[in-house]
């Protein structure tokens, strides 16, 4: 059962609710409930978290309480899963990727469909390592080809270098130290990748940051009535720009939303493994909804967006030397901050190739 103030689940003939956070609520498995609930009764004395009896179809009002979630309610031999605190993501703890076992990794895939956004601190890979463990989750794409013309590191085309370190004068990598706006990987494609991994080899002292926010999140705070008209929407995802504001090679610069090249998905597609629904938006810029006026389209994506990316429903990452980050593209867009273009920062990304196209 669902409740506006938690998970709720039928004890007996009584209906306990659990005040979690709403992104939490529905991916809670009967054992992790279990424990939670075990845990709230020894912290409150033998008391349930709020209890209200089944009478003729309708509940009493419900107490609300407030829980410190323990992350050790989540927790498989071998993982330890720190839930952020925010709408989505969480650390996994004491893990070498490298070394995952299948019931490790099984576990791991099931907190990144739960939470999103997984973080991996203190990692030490190298590119075959991280090309190793991203295949665990499915085929990778090739690298798309940077606004310099390079393509990948040598040897491994699965690697696209996130990066704004000049050497010989040529750049190394992409997007250089500038803010990269909201978007979602290569969303221009028809079928988009399901998943990207950012592994830091280093980082500025400051900025940098990047910023996630949860597209479950987003569709369910739209209002019932707004809900409805975007449910047979399609939008065309731009292929012009990338997030970082540069024209995309072989590409030429079209600022026309309506006539610019792209790939249309819809705004509320299902989410393939957890269907669940999300907003879909991809990025802004030359974004366009099918059928409808240029204005009217560009009114309702300013309400879309300006849903998107409250801050309630963004996480903040600051990165560190050997960070390794997993997010579902599905069901999240992400941002960076500007930092100082004197400092060093590389990163290098692989994108788990998607299996469906998006669907409503």
Known sequence: MRSPTGVARLIGSTVEIFPVPEWLSSTLSGTQFGSLRRQYIRSTGGKTAGATKETTGATEPVLEYSIRMNPRAFTTPGLSLAPTGAALGAEIRGLDVCELTGAEFAAVHRAWLDCSVLLFRGQHLSDADLIAFSRRFGGLDWAPIQETGRRFVEGH????????????????????????????????????????????????????????????????????????????????????????????????????????????????????????????????????????????????????WSCATRDDLTWRHQWQPGDLVLWDNRSTMHRRDPFDPDSRRILHRTQIQGETVPAA
Not at 192 to 208: M, N, R
Not at 228 to 250: C, E, F, M, P, W
Request: charged share 20%; with cysteine; proline share 9%.
């Open 157 to 304: 085309p699965e690697i696209y270098v996130v990066s704004n370190v000049i050497e010989n004068g040529v750049p190394i990598g992409s997007l250089g130290s500038g803010e990269a706006v909201w978007h979602t990987d290569m969303s221009y494609l028809e079928r988009p990748p399901k998943a990207s991994i950012l592994y830091a080899l280093e980082v500025p002292p400051s900025g940098g940051d990047t910023w996630f926010c949860s597209m479950y999140g987003a569709y369910e705070s739209l209002a019932p009535a707004l809900r409805d008209r975007i449910s047979h929407l399609t939008l065309k995802h731009d292929a012009t720009y990338n997030s970082g504001g540069y024209v995309r090679q072989g590409v030429t610069a079209v600022d026309d939303p309506v006539t610019s090249p792209g790939v249309y998905h819809p705004l509320a597609p299902v989410h393939p493994e957890s269907g669940r629904r999300v907003l879909y938006l991809g990025r802004r810029r030359n974004a366009y909804i099918a059928g409808l006026p240029l204005a009217e389209s560009e009114t309702l994506l300013d309400e879309l």
